[in-house]
Each structure stands twice: as C-alpha cells, then as structure tokens.
C-alpha cells in the first residue's frame, strides 16, 4: 500500500481501483521502471511508480549522482487516456471511456 498527499488531495493504492501496470525494460536497467495506474472513488487518475537511476523516477543520490526512486504522479484524464492509449490495448480503453467509431 502506498499512501500520499499531493497538492490537499489523498491518492491511496489501497482504496483506488487498479486499472493497468506497464514495466519498460529490467530491474537491473538503470533505465528501468514500473507504472500502476489506478482510479480513485473521485474518478481522478495516478500513477504509482518506480525506477531506476535513469528512469522519471530517478531521485538525488546524498552523495551526488542520480538513484533508483518511486513517486505518485496525478494525472488528468486526457493524460491518462495518453497512457492507456500508449501503454494498453484497445479493450482497456474502451471500458474506461466511450469510443467514437
């Protein structure tokens, strides 16, 4: 479970519902990370992720130098769409909102 206020609102991994994962590349890749996208009960969309060194994810090293990190990233719903739009197939998509032929 992951928990976190953003901006006065709560975003929580264990009260939202899980939409969809997308990993790029390995955990050993400095380039790596992992995004779950989730809905909360208010409709908002989020991002919990996390990555390695060379990843979005990257945070300040205290000795200088990037390292591995995790964060919480709010989303918009024309971001998220971009998301499952990128990272998802048609069917996701289609559940989540309407689609015009």
């Keep these: 479970m992951t928990k976190k206020v953003i901006n006065g609102k709560m975003y929580n991994t264990s009260t939202a519902t899980f939409i969809d994962t997308y990993t790029h590349k390995y955990p050993s ?5 992992n995004e779950d996208l989730y809905q909360k ?5 989020f991002l919990d992720g996390e990555g390695g060194a060379a ?23 024309t971001e998220a769409k971009t998301w499952v739009e990128k990272y998802a197939d048609a069917e996701l998509y289609e559940e989540l909102w309407e689609v015009a032929e």
């Excluded at 890749?29 to 990370?33: C, G, K, Q, R, T």
């Excluded at 009960?41 to 969309?45: P, R, Y």
């Design 41 to 45: 009960k208010t409709g908002e969309f």
């Design 55 to 77: 990843s979005k994810y990257a945070q300040d090293g205290e000795t200088g130098g990037r390292i591995s990190g995790s964060k919480m990233i709010p989303l918009t719903e």
């Design 29 to 33: 890749d400095f380039e790596y990370f």
